[in-house]
């Protein structure tokens, strides 16, 4: 069992920054591929961004490519993942989700074993 809990988050306005962070425990979340999904009202949850278990790969989304960056410390019981927001946009307002799946490709493919509880981002214009 891997146990995922988030942090950060809250209201920006155009422009600016946030960060979130994901607290990932369990005996092999260390090894596990991770990453970050949002949904917005009324559509479907989608990909942002994956890190493999030694963060040596990472994939963004499109619409992020360039604005957000993933990272991950792997401590010897804990991991912590965080996603840094830059040049945020109002259409990146949505409630977004840590999550963790043994394979980092599953994350890409959308193949979740684990979610975190979900964190709001509100970009004002």
Aim: include cysteine; glycine fraction near 12%.
């Amino acid at each position: 069992q891997v146990q995922l809990v988030q942090s950060g988050g809250g209201l920006v306005q155009a422009g600016g920054s946030l960060r979130l962070s994901c607290a990932a425990s369990g005996r092999t979340s260390g090894s596990y591929g991770m990453g970050w999904f949002r949904q917005a009202p009324g559509k479907e949850r989608e990909f942002v961004a994956a890190i493999s278990w030694n963060g040596a790969t990472t994939r963004y989304a499109d619409s992020v490519k360039g604005r957000f960056t993933i990272s991950r410390d792997n401590a010897k019981n804990t991991v912590s993942l965080s996603l840094q927001m830059n040049s945020l946009k109002p259409e990146d307002t949505a409630v977004y989700y840590c999550a963790a799946s043994p394979l980092y490709s599953s994350i890409v493919s959308g193949q979740i074993d684990y979610w975190g509880q979900g964190t709001q981002v509100t970009v004002s214009s």
